[in-house]
């Protein structure tokens, strides 16, 4: 069974760090797109961070570009995002996706190019 756990979301101040971990089972995703988006109650599920499988290409949300760091260990299939600076429009519940094998980078950011997803991860910056 495929599954993608994510782990590392918590409560933090205004201007902290935190990283988050999604880390997958079942098999390997180094062949695969994986991206990171975030979703708030009443909104849309929204692109964060994405990073591209052959390439190695990392792709970011204005909102959190300069901020947030996408990254990948294949050998232990783990997807990270390290967030810095932290501000409470960052305050969502994090998820990790994956798209099927080989796809090339095209709409990276579209979330019904994924169908992978992990449970989520709440992340809560407080002034």
Do not use: H
């Not at 947030?68 to 997807?79: C, G, H, V």
């Not at 099927?100 to 019904?112: L, M, T």
């Amino acid at each position: 069974q495929v599954q993608l756990v994510e782990s590392g979301g918590g409560v933090v101040q205004v201007g902290s760090s935190l990283r988050a971990s999604c880390t997958a089972s079942g098999r390997t995703f180094s062949n695969n797109n994986m991206a990171w988006f975030r979703q708030v109650p009443g909104k849309e599920r929204e692109f964060v961070a994405g990073f591209i499988w052959n390439s190695g290409s990392t792709y970011y949300a204005d909102s959190v570009k300069g901020r947030f760091t996408i990254s990948r260990d294949n050998a232990a299939n783990t997807l990270y995002l390290q967030m810095n600076n932290l501000k409470p429009e960052d305050t969502a519940v994090y998820y990790c996706a994956a798209q099927p094998p080989y796809n090339s980078a095209y709409r990276y950011s579209d979330n019904r190019r994924y169908n992978y997803w992990g449970q989520g991860t709440q992340v809560t910056v407080s002034s």
